[in-house]
């Protein structure tokens, strides 16, 4: 008799649990939501010892890379520190999938004996662990990506990434939570349940890269690859205090990995680096471009990495920089937290000598809409095939109370995760999802978009790039420099880290997709007390009506505040180079700290 869906999940969930080493359990259960700030258990557990502490706390990857390089430090110490802290990790918000301890362990022997035999590293990341969202096959290893479906579905290959990984000497060694289908600002599955976030577990860790949030906010991995077709390795990144980037189309391998809706060509997913440390973007972004990836994966542009540019030579070399601020994009207010954090990054760019002006919107609402019909166009039938199979419903909300409804108490399928969605739901300060969004009404009536109608959307969205385009060009006659704005600063999110279920919007992020401009995310300050709520207003629409209701400084408490810096198409050394200029600038007026 083939077993039900629940069964199928229940079966996974009780094996990854029973992959975690008893010796590396927590003396205490952390099955409920109390305490909600987890950030400091890790240091504090007992399980690591002062050379694991040290090693696991050394965010600049430069550091442990030439630990490693030296023989100071040796690939199986550093695999198994991050392992162990990955697994404490893991039992604080449930953020990993699949866990390879014996295979990455023998890894990191390979490489220190390399190492030991010929003298030199094996390559520019060599005997660094890294993790990677559960979308890049690893050849004998599960690829379940949020799907009932996919449980027992072995890779016969590596993805492109995980094969220069390897070439370069990392440590592949873990994989890490994602919602189903990936089409989500958070991280919820039927198979391996919720993430939450490190700062407070009844917030979200975001989405769709959720699970390499919380475990690099852990500091239970030096660095993780996601991806990111709506701001899938930005939210995440901003809503747990670390740093990401979104290169443009096809900068990075992309094949081989699987993907919902792989046929949608419009807007392409692309991996993007999330870190502790913003030079550890610079680090994987180079080593990566360095090894030549469009021989391996012919979508690849053929450009390599570019000091020249990360020295920003088209951009007056850096010397007083001009940033257009989007304080608003016209759709969702931000909350006073974010609007905080422009304003500290205004004030500490204006300090270093840079210039910041007013960034003008342009027919966002438009590109909104396009975008959201587009991402629609099949009604999703896409997702419904791949649930067909095992007869597991499609996830529509990340609403805990909706999701618990579909868990059959009977049999305890989800014995393992249903006491902490009970939580979420019995939380006194928890709110339902707003009723109509404005995703949600983009798309009403839609059953499916004939060849034609998505022709003319295509159509219509490269119009409004080439429009968007010359609209930053034309800055150039009001920045003073004869240059047009270096770059955009703006919200991630209109707000931090909300409760789960309510990351409703994604705009702030999706439209640099849409256009395929780089953006990083990089960390601000945090949600304080005195962020008092505004005084009632006029609002855009229902969507930042609730927006705005949502917001009392207590329900966010310590989450993390993040907000993104945008250049131009194939700019993502000039990105990653601005970036660490915000990131000095926010350090020398002794921000960041988070």
Not at 26 to 53: C, D, H
Not at 320 to 331: C, P, T, Y
Request: glycine share 8%.
């Amino acid at each position: 008799m083939a077993r039900t869906w629940q069964e199928i999940a229940k079966l996974r969930k009780q094996a990854q649990h029973n992959s975690i080493p008893q010796e590396w359990t927590l003396k205490n259960e952390y099955s409920s939501l109390e305490p909600r700030n987890v950030i400091a258990i890790p240091e504090n557990s007992g399980l690591l010892t002062p050379l694991e502490l040290e090693i696991t706390n050394t965010a600049d990857i430069s550091i442990i890379l030439d630990n490693l390089k030296n023989s100071i430090w040796s690939s199986r110490n550093v695999t198994s520190a991050f392992y162990k802290r990955a697994i404490i990790a893991q039992q604080l918000t449930n953020c990993l999938t699949e866990i390879f301890i014996e295979k990455a362990l023998a890894r990191a022997d390979y490489v220190d004996d390399y190492l030991k035999k010929s003298g030199k590293p094996m390559g520019p990341l060599h005997g660094l662990p890294i993790s990677l969202k559960d979308q890049f096959a690893m050849k004998g290893i599960e690829t379940i990506m949020g799907y009932v479906s996919w449980v027992g579905e072995y890779a016969n290959h590596d993805a492109v990434i995980v094969e220069i990984l390897h070439e370069m000497g990392a440590v592949p060694f873990v994989r890490t939570n994602v919602p189903q289908s990936l089409m989500f600002g958070e991280t919820y599955n039927n198979v391996f349940g919720r993430t939450t976030n490190p700062f407070n577990r009844s917030l979200t860790a975001g989405g769709s890269s959720g699970g390499e949030g919380a475990l690099i906010a852990l500091r239970g991995s030096p660095i993780g690859i996601g991806t990111d077709i709506g701001g899938s390795v930005r939210i995440p990144a901003s809503f747990c205090g670390i740093y990401s980037l979104r290169p443009s189309y096809n900068r990075l391998p992309y094949g081989g990995a699987l993907n919902s809706m792989e046929g949608q060509e419009a807007f392409l997913s692309v991996i993007g680096p999330m870190t502790s440390s913003v030079s550890s973007l610079k680090i994987f972004t180079k080593a990566v471009l360095d090894s030549k990836p469009w021989t391996k994966d012919p979508l690849v542009l053929r450009k390599g990495w570019s000091e020249s540019e990360y020295q920003l030579q088209d951009h007056g070399g850096g010397d007083k920089l001009v940033f257009g601020f989007m304080w608003d994009n016209g759709i969702i207010r931000p909350h006073p937290p974010v609007r905080r954090a422009m304003e500290m990054v205004k004030k500490a760019l204006e300090q270093a000598g840079h210039k910041v002006v007013d960034w003008h919107n342009y027919k966002h609402m438009e590109i909104y809409k396009v975008t959201e019909t587009i991402f629609y166009a099949d009604a999703g039938e896409d997702i419904r095939v791949v649930c067909r199979s095992t007869g597991e419903p499609v996830i529509k909300t990340m609403s805990p109370k909706e999701n618990l409804e579909q868990m059959s108490q009977e049999d305890e399928s989800y014995s393992l995760v249903y006491a902490l969605e009970k939580d979420f739901i019995e939380d006194s300060d928890a709110m339902d999802p707003p009723t109509a969004t404005l995703v949600e009404q983009f798309r009403e009536g839609i059953t499916g978009l004939s060849a034609y109608e998505l022709w003319s959307l295509h159509q219509k969205r490269r119009g409004l790039r080439y429009e968007y385009n010359r609209h930053w060009e034309e800055t150039k006659s009001s920045t003073g420099t004869g240059r047009p704005v270096d770059a955009i600063i703006c919200p991630v999110e209109p707000y931090s880290a909300t409760p789960h279920g309510l990351n409703s919007d994604a705009f702030y992020t999706t439209i640099w997709n849409v256009l395929d401009c780089p953006a990083a995310a990089f960390p601000v300050t945090t949600v304080k007390p005195e962020d008092h709520p505004d005084a009632p207003h006029e609002f855009y629409n229902d969507e930042d009506k609730f927006v705005y209701e949502m917001y009392k400084p207590e329900r966010f408490k310590d989450a993390p505040v993040g907000l993104q810096l945008v250049g131009r198409c194939q700019e993502e050394e000039a990105v990653i180079r601005m970036t660490e200029i915000v990131d000095s600038a926010l350090k020398v007026m002794g921000g960041i700290n988070i």
